[in-house]
């Protein structure tokens, strides 16, 4: 069976393809003439690429937001659009590739600044301290990418796992000290490369002791110890992980948050400290930011 539209080709009913004109709702003007900072598309899964430290390149599935900004006079934004540059790549997005989709989401997309989020999970092989035994341990990075105008800016995060013991419960308890897993949080820009490794090693050995996927007992045994002897408090644990971070050249600006997931307590114990300088000029304290 035949069906013959109004306007177009002949199409056979099964066909799905059309030359019929359709309304292209988000281009109408919007009298409410409020702008939007941010609209796009969110929790987009997709396999990309990264570099590894160790073994040149790592592969694994990322979480990624893709957003623009909207002029007043439009009613909305072509989400379509965003999916369709993403998938413009190839098939497996690699880092170096970034500034590219986000000047392209600005040309596409008739906007002047665009950003993209990319969460992943990262693994390292780890030996356990005394048996040896490898394993893998995962943490989570981010890569959040800007481009405004022609304007640039990059900013790696990795959130590492750690134990905390507490120096009070040591000093005051007759019998050993209340311990917990907590998780740090390191935002940085950078001027010069900076590893994911290189952030999850600085965490991890200014807690009481670093996180392994496989103990075995004489393993379970010297992290235990190890933790001991080395209480932090939560204000401890940002504090060392900056002097770290100071020491680090290539760092320009840090945010460093850490939460311990108390053991004797219905709360969290919290820390923050983030370097405050001036970066509407695109200097810090005489530095040119890095922008990606």
């Given at each position: 069976?035949?069906?013959?539209?109004?306007?177009?080709?002949i199409l056979?009913?099964n066909?799905?393809?059309?030359t019929?004109k359709?309304p292209?709702?988000?281009n109408?003007?919007?009298?409410?003439e409020?702008p939007?900072?941010?609209v796009g598309?969110?929790?987009?899964k997709?396999?990309?690429?990264?570099?590894d430290k160790?073994?040149?390149l790592?592969?694994?599935?990322?979480?990624?937001?893709?957003t623009v900004?909207?002029?007043?006079e439009?009613k909305?934004?072509?989400?379509?659009?965003?999916?369709?540059?993403?998938?413009?790549?190839?098939?497996?997005?690699h880092v170096?590739s970034?500034?590219?989709?986000?000047?392209?989401?600005?040309?596409r997309?008739?906007s002047h600044?665009?950003?993209?989020?990319?969460?992943?999970?990262?693994f390292?092989?780890k030996?356990?301290?005394v048996?040896?035994?490898?394993?893998?341990?995962d943490?989570?990075?981010?890569?959040?990418?800007?481009?405004?105008?022609?304007?640039?800016?990059?900013?790696?995060?990795v959130?590492?796992?750690?134990t905390?013991?507490c120096?009070?419960?040591?000093?005051?308890?007759?019998?050993?000290?209340?311990?917990?897993?907590?998780?740090?949080?390191v935002?940085v820009?950078?001027?010069?490369?900076?590893?994911?490794?290189d952030?999850i090693?600085?965490?991890?050995?200014?807690?009481?002791s670093e996180?392994?996927s496989?103990?075995?007992?004489?393993?379970e045994?010297?992290v235990?110890?190890?933790a001991y002897e080395?209480?932090?408090f939560?204000?401890?644990?940002?504090?060392?992980?900056?002097?770290?971070?100071?020491?680090?050249?290539?760092?320009i600006w840090y945010?460093?948050?850490?939460?311990?997931?108390?053991?004797?307590?219905?709360?969290?114990?919290?820390?923050?400290i983030?370097?405050?300088?001036d970066?509407?000029?695109?200097?810090?304290?005489?530095?040119?930011?890095?922008?990606?």
């Amino acid at each position: 069976m035949l069906i013959k539209p109004k306007k177009g080709k002949i199409l056979n009913n099964n066909d799905t393809t059309t030359t019929l004109k359709l309304p292209d709702i988000q281009n109408n003007p919007d009298v409410r003439e409020i702008p939007i900072d941010k609209v796009g598309v969110k929790n987009l899964k997709y396999p990309i690429a990264v570099k590894d430290k160790d073994n040149e390149l790592q592969h694994t599935i990322a979480t990624i937001a893709m957003t623009v900004d909207l002029p007043k006079e439009f009613k909305g934004t072509h989400m379509s659009r965003f999916v369709e540059i993403l998938q413009s790549e190839d098939r497996e997005l690699h880092v170096d590739s970034i500034d590219s989709i986000l000047e392209t989401m600005q040309k596409r997309l008739h906007s002047h600044s665009s950003h993209i989020e990319i969460e992943f999970p990262y693994f390292k092989l780890k030996e356990a301290p005394v048996s040896k035994k490898p394993s893998l341990i995962d943490y989570t990075a981010k890569f959040h990418a800007v481009r405004s105008g022609r304007r640039k800016d990059f900013i790696l995060t990795v959130k590492v796992p750690v134990t905390t013991l507490c120096p009070c419960s040591k000093n005051i308890s007759k019998y050993g000290a209340h311990n917990q897993r907590g998780e740090v949080t390191v935002s940085v820009r950078f001027n010069r490369t900076v590893w994911i490794e290189d952030i999850i090693e600085i965490v991890e050995s200014s807690a009481s002791s670093e996180l392994y996927s496989l103990l075995k007992r004489v393993d379970e045994k010297q992290v235990t110890e190890r933790a001991y002897e080395n209480p932090v408090f939560v204000e401890d644990l940002v504090r060392n992980v900056v002097l770290k971070l100071k020491a680090k050249k290539n760092i320009i600006w840090y945010s460093v948050e850490a939460e311990n997931f108390e053991s004797i307590h219905n709360h969290n114990a919290y820390a923050h400290i983030e370097s405050h300088k001036d970066f509407i000029n695109g200097t810090d304290n005489g530095h040119m930011i890095r922008r990606y």
